[in-house]
């Protein structure tokens, strides 16, 4: 009993020191007291913001075309003849010829002489 009201003069006192202290301007306050058999707290302000949860987000993958994806052609436009790349190998067109090489600078053989069999769907804007 002794203890209980020596815990309780400790709490008085200390709220009557910052009564006295004079206004003080703060978001939260807390007191607290503990002893091995007691703990006695006192916390004053705002409560915490709610907890919001979100879930993630939806993601929405299309699905692929039926049948086989289109053969992807290259070309390079800065230069001052026809070149395109197929399937890994190579094809230059110069001079009214077709020439095939399997490395980009070559060794070209030639592939047909004028249209040589080759139909190539080339942008507006490309030389071909």
């Given amino acids: 009993m002794r203890r209980v009201n020596m815990l309780a003069s400790i709490l008085g006192i200390t709220v009557l020191g910052l009564a006295l202290a004079g206004p003080a301007r703060a978001d939260s306050l807390s007191i607290g007291v503990q ?37 992807v052609v290259y070309t390079a436009s800065s230069l001052p003849y026809n070149y395109f790349v197929y399937q890994n190998s190579y094809h230059l067109y110069h001079e009214d010829r077709w020439f095939r090489g399997r490395h980009y600078d070559g060794p070209w053989t030639l592939a047909g002489l004028g249209g040589g069999g080759f139909t190539w769907s080339a942008p507006p804007d490309s030389k071909a």
């Fill in 35 to 71: 002893t091995n058999t007691v703990n006695l707290g006192i916390h004053i302000g705002p409560t915490p913001p709610p907890l919001v949860v979100v879930s993630a987000p939806v993601v929405v993958v299309p699905s692929a075309p039926p049948g086989p994806p289109p053969p």
